[in-house]
């Protein structure tokens, strides 16, 4: 008789701790939501925005002065704005800059910030002392005052912005990781590294940081929001991105120039504001979702 | 609990210089040469001048030899001490100092009334949400808080000129809401309370929106909470009516750390306010600053930023004391 009949037992399917962060992020119904708004946003405004320039001509450069302030029609959905552009057009072409600017800067800020979390947690003492100290100070800077001010200093642009944003944006996720890490420093797999004989460096980086990803993760989706939205209101200041580049931010700029102007159109200000919105909220939506997939236990916390 | 406030003072010290370095640098690294100014405002300037203007300005010493940046420094921090914050350059004959305090009393009134609004909406909301959690209330109003903190304010308040001033001028013939400024112009009632209310109503909405989203889901929260807390159970079981559990045990309970969020948020604000007041061409800080950085009015600027600075700081200090009194629990040794 065959061993495995008399031992037929059903084993409960096992699933890998990623498996089961896709379970419950599936079930997360406005995360989904923001993920699936999330990759259309990104489809439409890096794969379609060439294609609707190949296929119809329209690009942000391409002013058509007869056909200015169009109404939303077949040829051009969002209508024209002051100069004939193609509304449509400018706001994929600007959602490419603006997912850029909060893409790059949020990495880069959270990248920053988890380093200095985890060295400070790990150490301790004076260098824990000295850093957090440093992490208080930034935090306590009137941001949008002082991003205008570098802005002016630095010239506005693609490279400032992403400047700004990352030297500004790394402490919160810095001390979301210095928490984690004080937390776990103590347990006994680090102790386990010690023992034989890992490299501090090897056990922040390999044992600290992965266990870190959770945090790390949410602050990030968090952070490219909230730095879209920061490139926006900097451009939209005039002080970002500058035309001829469109971006979300500058497009509203010089559609606001001209709202008490006769002939101009509501959607001009709604359609470039909308998307903007929308993706933000995306980024909030999805940021909640991966918190409660990641670590059912932060349910419900900020 | 004096002690505790001093030594908190004290601490404020370090983080104020740290502040005043950025600045300083910021000013004396981005800001142009003031003999570039005098050589902008007269080509035909003589070199002993500007020679002399720096001398005065600290900028090099009697032998002409550039003093270092540490040094300049400290003179410069002397002065901002001593009261010398600079002249303003596109408002004419006003200090940076006097530039702020002549819009200051705008912002104060924009704020404050966004503020009494955000906590009178939030917070009702967020203790209902709390006590009726999974129901349609609760989850329309969560979901309607996460619209709320991704709404750009500039958007909104654009969407706002739109909907309340440009289209029912254009259909009904009058606007309802002004789209900005302070008071009417050249009307009878220009500048009568009523008038200016009436063109605080769409910068107070706008500028509450966020807060009112963000603490609604902290109250709702820090409700949630409490209402599961042993003490709430136990005036339960001992047959205390729910209405008195509420309000008397769970909610006095759940307001504690709203007191730390409302008080530490409100610095933000005036730097928030900045987009708010620029949109509605409303002169409060916020405008002022804006102008001042396109203007590169450098000493207006800084002085807004040292300023906006030492509020933060300040406001810390305030939730840490308020935090204190309000929970008994808390030892401040």
């Given amino acids: 008789m065959a061993l495995d009949s008399i031992f037929s037992v059903e084993l409960a399917p096992s699933f890998s701790y990623w498996q089961m962060v896709w379970t419950r992020f599936r079930k997360h119904r406005l995360a989904m939501f923001g993920a699936s708004v999330i990759i259309i946003m990104i489809l439409l405004c890096f794969v379609a925005a060439p294609i609707i320039t190949a296929t119809t001509g329209y690009h942000y450069t391409s002013m058509d002065l007869p056909n200015r302030y169009a109404l939303p029609s077949g040829a051009h959905w969002f209508g024209t704005d002051d100069m004939g552009r193609d509304v449509l057009t400018m706001i994929l072409y600007g959602g490419q800059v603006s997912i850029e600017v909060g893409l790059i800067s949020a990495l880069a800020a959270v990248l920053i910030g988890s380093l200095v979390g985890v060295v400070s947690g790990y150490f301790g003492g004076w260098i824990d002392e000295a850093l957090m100290r440093f992490t208080d100070v930034m935090m306590s800077l009137p941001y949008l005052p002082l991003y205008l001010v570098l802005a002016m200093a630095f010239g506005p642009g693609f490279w400032t912005l992403i400047g700004i944003f990352v030297g500004f944006g790394w402490m919160g996720d810095a001390r979301l990781v210095r928490g984690v890490v004080l937390s776990l420093k103590n347990m006994e797999f680090v102790e386990a590294a010690k023992a034989i004989g890992a490299s501090p460096w090897r056990i922040m980086l390999k044992h600290l940081l992965i266990n870190s990803m959770a945090v790390i993760i949410v602050s990030t989706t968090l952070l490219i929001g909230g730095n879209i939205v920061g490139e926006a209101a900097l451009s939209f200041l005039g002080l970002g991105i500058q035309p001829p580049q469109p971006s979300w931010g500058n497009v509203l700029q010089t559609a606001s120039g001209y709202i008490f102007a006769p002939g101009n159109g509501p959607w001009l200000i709604f359609y470039p504001g909308f998307f903007l919105f929308l993706t933000v909220l995306s980024f909030n939506f999805m940021g909640d979702g991966l918190r409660d997939a990641l670590d059912p236990r932060l349910k419900g916390y900020r | ?333």
């Fill in chain 2, 1 to 333: 609990m004096f002690t505790f406030i001093m030594r908190r003072f004290l601490q404020m010290i370090p983080i104020l210089i740290l502040i005043s370095i950025l600045a300083f640098l910021l000013l004396r690294l981005s800001g142009p040469d003031p003999a570039e100014y005098m050589i902008m405002a007269n080509p035909r300037i003589k070199p002993e001048d500007i020679l002399r203007e720096k001398q005065r300005l600290g900028l090099v010493d009697a032998n002409g030899k550039a003093v270092p940046l540490f040094i300049q420094y400290f003179y410069w921090a002397k002065g901002i001490l001593q009261g010398e914050w600079g002249w303003s350059r596109i408002w004419p004959n006003v200090t940076a100092f006097q530039a702020i305090m002549l819009f200051l009393p705008n912002s104060l009134i924009l704020m404050g009334l966004a503020l009494l609004i955000a906590i009178l909406v939030a917070v009702p909301i967020g203790i209902y949400s709390a006590l009726k959690q999974y129901s349609a209330f609760d989850y329309i109003f969560t979901t309607g808080t996460f619209l709320g903190m991704s709404l750009p304010t500039f958007w909104l308040a654009l969407m706002a000129i739109i909907v309340f001033h440009l289209l029912p001028a254009r259909l009904f013939g009058a606007p309802w809401f002004p789209a900005g400024d302070l008071a009417s112009f050249g009307k009878p009632y220009a500048g009568v309370w009523w008038d200016r209310l009436w063109h605080l109503v769409l910068p107070v909405a706008v500028l509450s929106i966020y807060s009112m989203a963000g603490w609604t889901r902290y109250m709702r929260s820090s409700m949630l909470e409490v209402i599961r807390a042993d003490y709430v159970r136990t005036a339960r079981a001992k047959g205390v009516p729910e209405r008195r559990v509420i309000y008397k045990h769970a909610l006095r309970n759940a307001l504690i750390p709203m007191v730390t969020i409302l008080t530490l948020s409100i610095p933000g604000l005036f730097g928030g306010a900045l987009i708010t007041e620029t949109v509605f061409a409303y002169p409060g800080v916020g405008r002022m600053l804006y102008q001042a950085v396109l203007g590169k009015d450098y000493a207006v600027a800084m002085a807004d930023i040292l300023f906006l600075a030492l509020l933060t700081v300040l406001f810390n200090l305030v939730a840490d004391v308020l935090y204190a009194i309000v929970d008994p629990r808390i030892r401040y040794n």
